[in-house]
Each structure stands twice: as structure tokens, then as C-alpha cells.
């Protein structure tokens, strides 16, 4: 691998929500020097400076990008809601407004970053039923491709000729609480303890995810290897359908049984009751990487079962407080 000798300053504009605290805690303790950008201060104390910006218009925060190593740019609205007009407004306006300005800010350096990665998703194939996506898949039709393509053809607008580039096209990344909440993992935990983790319509949507562990390494190492750029699925190399999933899920928390769920009483409870878009349960996708065992990456954690039992059945056994990913998180 080819990498920088000397690990620097790391911007991770986006950086105090779920994935962004995971991040900054991963690569601190590799060594290297975090700034967080972002509107708000993160929930939580950790190993980094931060630095607020409307993620709009250009601002002192450009100063933070002076002289740095790299840039990981995060933002974007949640889509773990109902999708209105204004949500889906929101939704794109925050990925491609944050990714035109950090294009700006990048222009009246005098020294701008080595590497930017940029943040995408998966769902940019869409939801196609037994089709296993790669990084050549076609592209997708709906909302979400439409957002993944505004998002990925603004950044490559954004991004200098002389800033090598990087775009993670991520899946359900599984992970912990530290501080700025667990993401999805943790509604769904809750759900399968109180045994509502059952199939799901016809239990055949696809379920592609990563281990935060393994989506933090794949990070550092775009980071360091100058050979890596274009775009990478995020995604560990055996996705699952959603009834596997769940019948996992309850297996490592030793929940014997999950009521199954109509794709009626699914739109119902997730509007009405999880004020959540109803399509994140029904649809889904097989994604699986052709480029990164290209680029040597290795999984720790490329089987579901093993992602789990690490996340929530540490050393200590199943009741007891989560320690288990902490060691899997060591560079």
C-alpha cells in the first residue's frame, strides 16, 4: 500500500452525528488529528476541535481546511423520515448545497487537501428484487438514485483536478452508541427485544450493511492509499435478505420469537407510529464490492452473525455493558 508517511489533520464536515463520531473517534486513535464541521456541537466529548458552519456559505470555517491532509464530507439531511415534499427538499438541498461549498472552499486555499471521500449510498441502484449490485451496476430510477446521482455529479464539479477523489456508495452500517446515537441498529434492537423483529411483508427485501469497524478502516485507508479513488461500495461481501437479518438479530439478543408484519400494518406503523418512510423496511438491495478486494481491503467482519455477537454480546456475555467493539475498532 501506498500511504502518506506522516498521518495529519482530517476534516469530517458532517462529523457529529452517527457515522462522524464513529469516524473521529476511529481515526484519533490511529494517530491522526480531527476537526469536526458541522451547525451543531456534537452530544458528546471526544478526541477533536470543532468547528461550525451552515454548511451553505463560505465562512472562518475555510480555515480548517487550510493545510489539511484530507476531507470526508458526511452532511446530509436523515433520511430515516416521512418523505414530504419539504423532507425530500431537504434531503437533497443538504448533500448537494454542503458538497457545492466545500468545492469553494477548497478554491481559496493555498493549500487544499490531498484526498476528499465523499459519502454516498447504496440505494443509488434502486431497489432491483435478486440483482446483486457492483460498483458497474446500472443506476437506479426513484428518489434515491435521483439523490445519489445529484450527489455524486456534484462533488465531481466541486472537487479540484489535483484533490484525489473518492466516493463510498454505503449500505446499513451496524454500530455503536457512542455518544451521538447508534443509527438504525438501535430501532431495530429495540424492536426485536420487544418482539416485533419478525418478517417483514415477504421477508425477501435485500439487506446489504457494513460493520462500523470495517466502514472506519475502509475510511482510514482511502486516507493513506493513493492508489484508491472512483467509486467503492461500502458494504460487506454477504448481504442478507430481511428475514435472515432479523432471524440473526434475535438469535445474538436470544429473543425467541418476532411477530411477522403485513406491508400494511408496516406503512401504518411507520408513519403513524416511527414517523419513518415505510420503503426502508419494504425495499432493498444486494450491493457487494467488485473494487475493494482490488484494493486489498479486509473485512473483520464479513459475516452478519459475527457483526452482531461483536456489537452486542461482548466478552463480558450478552447483559453485559458493550466492550467487544472497541477491540475491533483498534487499527
Known amino acids: 500500500m501506498n500511504s502518506s508517511d506522516c498521518p495529519q489533520r482530517v476534516v469530517i464536515a458532517g462529523g457529529s452525528g452517527f457515522l462522524g463520531v464513529s469516524l473521529a473517534h476511529h481515526l484519533s486513535r490511529a494517530g491522526w488529528s480531527v476537526i469536526l464541521l458541522s ?8 478526541p477533536w476541535d470543532h468547528v461550525s458552519w451552515d454548511a451553505r456559505t463560505t465562512g472562518d470555517w475555510v480555515q480548517a481546511l487550510e493545510g489539511a491532509y484530507g476531507l470526508v464530507n458526511l452532511v446530509g439531511r436523515s433520511v430515516d423520515c416521512i418523505k414530504t415534499p419539504d423532507h425530500q427538499d431537504e ?80 449500505s446499513f452500517v451496524l454500530g455503536h452508541d457512542q455518544g451521538a446515537g447508534g443509527g438504525a441498529l438501535t430501532r431495530l434492537t429495540k424492536l426485536a427485544r420487544r418482539g416485533l423483529g419478525g418478517t417483514i411483508h415477504t421477508g425477501r427485501q435485500e439487506i446489504s450493511w457494513i460493520h462500523e469497524t470495517d466502514w ?17 461500495l461500502a458494504t ?40 419513518t418512510d415505510p420503503e426502508l423496511a419494504l425495499y432493498g438491495r444486494y450491493a457487494v464490492s467488485s473494487r475493494l478486494s482490488q484494493a486489498g481491503f479486509t473485512f473483520r467482519f464479513p459475516v452478519l452473525e459475527e457483526a452482531l455477537r461483536d456489537l452486542l454480546q461482548p466478552a463480558g456475555g450478552p447483559d453485559s455493558p458493550s466492550t467487544g467493539f472497541l477491540q475491533g475498532m483498534k487499527p
Open 236 to 275: 460487506a461481501p454477504h448481504p442478507v435478505s430481511q428475514t435472515n437479518f432479523m432471524s440473526t438479530l434475535r438469535k445474538v439478543l436470544r429473543v425467541p420469537f418476532g411477530l411477522p408484519a403485513t406491508e400494511t400494518m408496516v406503512r401504518f406503523g411507520a408513519r403513524f407510529l416511527l414517523r
Open 216 to 232: 472506519n478502516c475502509l475510511f482510514e485507508q482511502a486516507l493513506k492509499d493513493i492508489s484508491m479513488q472512483g467509486i467503492y
Open 91 to 170: 434531503i437533497v438541498r443538504s448533500r448537494v448545497e454542503a458538497t457545492r461549498v466545500l468545492g469553494m472552499a477548497l478554491r481559496n486555499l493555498k493549500n487544499p487537501p490531498a484526498v476528499w471521500l465523499q459519502m454516498s449510498t447504496a440505494h443509488i441502484y434502486g431497489d432491483p428484487p435478486d440483482v446483486v449490485c457492483t460498483e458497474e451496476s446500472p443506476i437506479g430510477v426513484g428518489f434515491a438514485p435521483t439523490v445519489g446521482v445529484r450527489w455524486e455529479s456534484e462533488f465531481e464539479q466541486a472537487r479540484l483536478p489535483g484533490i484525489r477523489g473518492v466516493i463510498f456508495r454505503t
Open 39 to 46: 451547525r451543531h456541537v456534537p452530544r458528546c466529548n471526544g
